[in-house]
């Protein structure tokens, strides 16, 4: 199969469903291909990891959309996504993401981790309580990093249920290629999301409050530091950033567990090892798939030439599969002397929330593996049609007994387990 065709069959629904066996067609003509007239596809590790820091590659800006898409400006979601820190270059990218930095410096993310335990254990607590197959998305996977980015950011408990639709709409307009209908949807969903967000921004300016939402309106009150639409844009993108990404890794990485029984044992019996664990299940099946760049200048990766304004499709999936890397790629191995998955990306994009990912999954897989024992998937998980942001919409599972409360040696009550 020639690179464009293998690339169409990556865009369409089956390929979504299960991009593996595609990415390994495309990496059969080399680490990086060319695609169409302007498109290269990468799928080596290192050299996905070279772009994704070269600064001659930016994401997309205002004159492309303009170019590509006439009227952007009208869409609700588009303008969401192109105003915050997710879509803009240098020096817009830096001075939003300065603003927002100090919500995740690694002390502050090590400090949450009695309040991530404590919601996943009143989770676990309440999958319990139903009769028959929990669906895990739902109960866990979803609630979980919810709970946590929503508190960050000061939204109310009771409001925090909204957001899974809204998001699920928004998303839609990450992937590669959207139909009028789907862009619609998405519309919908950020519409949602804006209004919201805008009476939340009132409510903070009547009553400031210490969250994250509090600081950067008063980042926007103070000065030219953040426009109107960045601040909401940014409130958006860190909320539905912030879970999406998690619960993807949560449902993925318990289908992964259960689908290997003998390393779930280990990681029950020893949760010290849960950073190793939650690595690895990221580089076996991404949460995040591919980003994009755009070049400004020439460039050259293995024998290919990337001319100015060709588009890099920066597969992360299969990077993360890269048998230059990782021997034995398709084995999921959480023994592996070196991870470093490329799943949250790398260079000035590198996912901001990546540590308070790894953290929740460190925590939430070592819990239910001890308190449910007899955790067992209940039916056919059903994937969502994406490919941007992998993950499944419903994942039905059977709790089985639940085991008496364990206290890990080197831990208090409560805790999640010992630091590594």
């Not at 109310?156 to 957001?163: H, S």
């Not at 588009?311 to 990077?319: F, K, N, P, R």
């Not at 398709?330 to 998955?341: I, L, T, Y």
């Not at 639940?402 to 999640?416: C, F, I």
């Amino acid at each position: 199969m020639d690179p464009a065709d293998a690339l169409a069959l990556l865009m369409s629904p089956e390929g979504r469903l299960d991009p593996y066996p595609t990415y390994e067609r495309l990496r059969a003509h080399g680490p990086v291909v060319q695609a169409g007239p302007v498109f290269y596809v990468v799928t080596g590790y290192a050299e996905a990891d070279a772009v994704l820091r070269d600064a001659r590659f930016g994401v997309t800006d205002d004159v492309v959309r303009d170019q590509l898409m006439p009227g952007w400006r009208e869409s609700p979601a588009v303008l969401s996504i192109s105003r915050s820190m997710l879509r803009t270059n240098p020096p817009d990218h830096s001075r939003m993401r300065r603003l927002v930095a100090g919500a995740f410096t690694p002390r502050r993310i090590a400090a949450m981790r009695d309040v991530v335990r404590a919601q996943a254990d009143g989770l676990v607590d309440g999958m319990l309580a139903p009769e028959g197959p929990v669906d895990f998305m739902a109960a866990f996977a979803y609630p979980l990093p919810v709970g946590v980015i929503c508190a960050l950011l000061g939204v109310p408990a009771a409001d925090r249920p909204l957001f899974r639709r809204w998001a699920t709409d928004l998303t839609g307009v990450l992937e590669p290629e959207i139909t009028a209908d789907e862009l619609a949807v998405a519309d919908r969903g950020a519409a949602e999301l804006r209004s919201y967000f805008t009476e939340l921004v009132a409510a903070r300016r009547r009553a400031p409050a210490d969250d994250l939402t509090t600081a950067l309106v008063q980042a926007h009150d103070g000065g030219d530091r953040l426009s109107g639409d960045e601040l909401l844009a940014n409130l958006i993108v860190l909320l539905v950033a912030g879970f999406e990404t998690t619960t993807n890794l949560l449902g993925n990485g318990l289908v992964a567990l259960l689908d290997h029984p003998r390393a779930a044992a280990a990681l029950r019996d020893r949760p010290d090892l849960a950073p190793a664990y939650v690595d690895e299940l990221l580089r076996y099946d991404s949460p995040v798939q591919l980003t994009s760049r755009m070049s400004t200048a020439p460039s050259r990766y293995g024998d290919v030439d990337l001319p100015p304004e060709s588009w890099a499709i920066v597969l992360l999936g299969a990077a993360n599969r890269d048998p230059r890397r990782y021997p034995d790629p398709a084995r999921f191995d959480p023994w592996r002397a070196q991870s470093a998955p490329l799943s949250f990306g790398a260079g000035p994009h590198y996912c901001l929330g990546a540590a308070l990912a790894r953290l929740e999954a460190q925590v939430a897989f070592p819990l239910l593996l001890r308190r449910l024992p007899g955790l067992a998937v209940a039916g056919r998980p059903e994937r969502r049609v994406r490919l941007t942001l992998r993950g499944h919409a419903t994942l039905p599972v059977r709790v089985g007994r639940q085991a008496a409360p364990v206290t890990v040696p080197g831990t208090r009550p409560g805790a999640a387990g010992p630091t590594p």
